[in-house]
Structure formats: C-alpha cells, structure tokens
C-alpha cells in the first residue's frame, strides 16, 4: 500500500509551534541575553560575556545542590519505577476492582504540590502528626525539622507517595496493552512467571516506561514546592536541590544575571540526561526487536 | 524587543542556530536524510547529529569555562571541529 503524504498538513502544527514559541522559545532566549549580563532592567544593563557561567561554575554551594539533587533523584527513581511495576501486576484485570483501584491510585497525583507539602508537614510532626506520632511511639527518635536524615527521608516517602501512582497507572496502561495470545503462548511453552515478566511484559511496557521515567526524572530535578513547604530547605541546606537555590538567587537575591546562567546549565543537565536516557532505551528495544 | 534584553553577540548567536535550522530543512528537502551509522554507537540522521554536535558545543564551552581561564574562543574552535567530525563521520 502507498503512504499518502501530504506535506500541507505541517500547517496544523503551527499553532502548536506558536504556542511553544511563545512559553518556551522566547523566555528560553532572553534567559540567554540576561545570563551575558549584569542587568538591572531592560534599559540598565552592563555585558559583562560569560563572567555569569564562571561564577556559578565555581559555586560550591551549588556543587553541593546538585550532589543531593542527583542522590534526591536517583533515589526517588530507584523507588518509584520498581514499586510502581510490582504495584501494577498485582491489580486486578477486570471486575470492579478496576476502576476502585484506578480511583484510589489518581487520588495523590489530583492534589496540589503545596497542599502535599502542608500534609506531611503536619503529618511528620511528632505533637500533632499522625506519622510522627507512631514513628515516636515505636521508640524512633524522629524529627524531621532537625535531623537532616529525617528530613531527608520524609522528602523521598512524600515523593514516593504522591508520583508513585502516576508510574503505576503507565505500567498498567502499557499491560494492558497486552494481547492475551502472548501469555497462552507463554502458558504453552511453560514459561515461569519471572520468563513471562522479563520476555514479555517488561518489552512490552518499554515505551511507557520510558514516559514514566522521564517524567519521574525531570519532575523530581525540578521539585520544589513540596520540599520548599516541608522543610524550607533545611535543616541547614541539607534538603536545598537545585531549584530552591536557583528562587533564591533569581527571586530572594535578585541576581538575574547568574540566575540565567544557573538555569541555562540545568536546562543543559536535563537535556543531556534526558537525551542520553531516551536514545539508550529505545536502542535497547530496537536491538530485542532484531 | 527591549524586555528581551538583546545584545548584538547573543543576536548573532540565535541568527546563526535559526539559519542552520532553515538551512537543515532545505538541504532535507533537497536531499532527503538516510539515516545511517557512524563512530557515535547508534544509528543517526542529520538532525540527530545537529542535535548532538550543538549540546556537545555547549558542553565543551561550559567545561573549558570550568576548567581553565585560556580565551574561548579556543573552545569555540574545539567545538566547531567537533561539529565538523561528527556531521561528516558520527
């Protein structure tokens, strides 16, 4: 059969491209232009070339952000992508434990990030807090607005208790997907339980995988609000990540100059991480399909 | 444009990436991109290694701005060969 093509029907996705244009594109530039410059407003600025870049390279402080924001991310992957695959091949396939289940699950990720703060702010506390309470009665000396460790831990469950869902939901979608005649192929060849998981549910939920984790990646390198709400960043800088600095400096400070430059080089990081995850795993898929 | 806070070396900067774009579309519709295998360990087409030579640039500016306080326009030069090599043999 000959593909149609039809190369008019790359209009329709201009307004797509103005949209992007005008919230990402644009903003994107003058980021660009501020991080060349030591810039008061528009009309009071000074080029001072990559002085901006040097500075914030040589920023211990943020050194360490980026340190805990890679063990903060590589923690809450490491988390949420397994937890989130056992979860959603133990969900029922039909009846009404379907849509209970699904309703339960999207409950977390329908509630604002401030508001998730604000829950487990109260939550953790051991006067008042539910967890804190029985954390402390167990005997657990808890307290996540002075222990470091606490706090850290607090930030990991909190994430892992309002993301989780959303990598279930995709692992779910994607076994679904499924056709049956796979798994009677499967119960034909005698195949283990761990065989049908590891050469056909695993492959087939690649793409979704790739989604979730994605977007686990990049939403947990830019968490702020639920932290910001927790801890404040503390105790110390112990639960600052690169986003709560970056405010700092851009808002708190009004550097705008080395803010532009900090965010340039997260935007690099991301990209970088994003583009060489992506091209591993759909490499990976295309050499099992061979 | 003054929000936007232009200076001429950033103009001429976003000048040169859209040309490169506009002129990757006309050579894709002039000469349709076969994607092929290179020394990079996976398969590419012509965008893809735009796309790895420009984040490469950015990356070998950042490092040598990182690393040494030589002129940089030596790592501009290291980026360009780097653009070079990987669209003609990555």
Not at chain 1, 250 to 259: C, N, R, Y
Request: hydrophobic fraction near 55%; glycine fraction near 8%; charged fraction near 10%.
């Amino acid at each position: 059969m000959n593909k149609i093509t039809n190369n008019k029907a790359w209009f329709l996705v201009l307004p797509v491209f103005l949209i992007v244009a005008i919230s990402a594109i644009i903003p994107l530039m003058t980021v660009v232009n501020y991080s060349v410059q030591d810039i008061f407003d528009p009309q009071t600025r000074f080029f001072v070339g990559t002085e901006w870049f040097k500075q914030v390279l040589e920023d211990t402080r943020l050194h360490d952000a980026l340190v805990r924001q890679i063990i903060y991310t590589g923690s809450i992957l490491a988390i949420e992508i397994p937890l989130g695959i056992a979860i959603a091949l133990t969900l029922p396939r039909k009846g009404w434990g379907v849509s209970a289940c699904m309703v339960l699950l999207a409950l977390p990720l329908l509630i604002p990030w401030n508001v998730v703060g604000t829950i487990w702010q109260i939550f953790g506390r051991a006067d008042i807090g539910l967890g804190g309470y029985v954390i402390r009665s167990l005997g657990i000396s808890y307290n996540y607005s002075q222990n470091p460790m606490d706090a850290w831990i607090t930030v990991v469950v909190m994430d892992v208790w309002h993301w989780t869902s959303l990598v279930v939901l995709l692992c779910y979608a994607g076994l679904r997907s499924i056709p049956d005649a796979y798994y009677q192929a499967a119960k034909i060849d005698g195949a283990s339980n761990w065989a049908v998981f590891r050469f056909i549910q695993l492959p087939k939920m690649q793409s979704v995988l790739v989604i979730g984790v994605l977007l686990r990646f990049m939403d947990s390198f830019m968490i702020y609000t639920e932290p910001f709400v927790l801890t404040g960043g503390g105790p110390g800088n112990s639960t600052t990540f690169l986003s709560q600095y970056l405010t700092r400096m851009a808002v708190g400070q009004f550097d705008l100059g080395p803010a532009a430059a900090f965010s340039i080089i997260y935007f690099l990081i991301i990209l970088l991480v994003c583009w060489v995850f992506y091209t591993v795993v759909m490499n990976a898929g295309k050499r099992e399909e061979q | 444009m003054t929000w936007m806070a232009w200076t001429p070396i950033t103009a001429v900067f976003f000048t040169c990436i859209i040309l490169m774009l506009i002129g990757m579309g006309i050579w894709q519709t002039v000469s349709p991109t076969v994607p092929r295998r290179g020394f990079l360990p996976l398969i590419t087409t012509r965008g893809d290694r735009l796309f790895i030579s420009l984040l490469g640039a950015a990356y070998i500016h950042l490092g040598w701005l990182a690393v040494t306080d030589a002129a940089l326009w030596i790592a501009s030069i290291i980026a360009l060969l780097w653009l070079v090599c990987i669209m003609r043999w990555g």
